[in-house]
């Protein structure tokens, strides 16, 4: 599989993700939450993924932050 191209939104999620306490899962549900993938691949977030996440789905809103 492709991987996506790296527009500027994409780009602020990464920073943004690495400049917080984010596991793995939580920055591909929202990388790719809008496509489905994460539920495709059954990755629901957990309590423990991001304190702020919970276990509430990640929007456009999130990822325009």
Do not use: F, N, W
């Not at 549900?29 to 509430?56: F, K, Q, V």
């Amino acid at each position: 599989m492709q991987s996506p191209p790296l527009d500027d939104r994409t780009l602020r999620a990464l920073v943004r993700a690495a400049e917080s306490p984010l596991t793995a899962r939580a920055v591909l549900h929202m990388m790719y939450a809008e496509s489905g993938i994460t539920r495709a691949l059954g990755l629901p977030l957990e309590p423990g993924d991001h304190p702020s996440l919970s276990e509430r789905p990640i929007g456009p809103e999130e990822l325009s932050k």
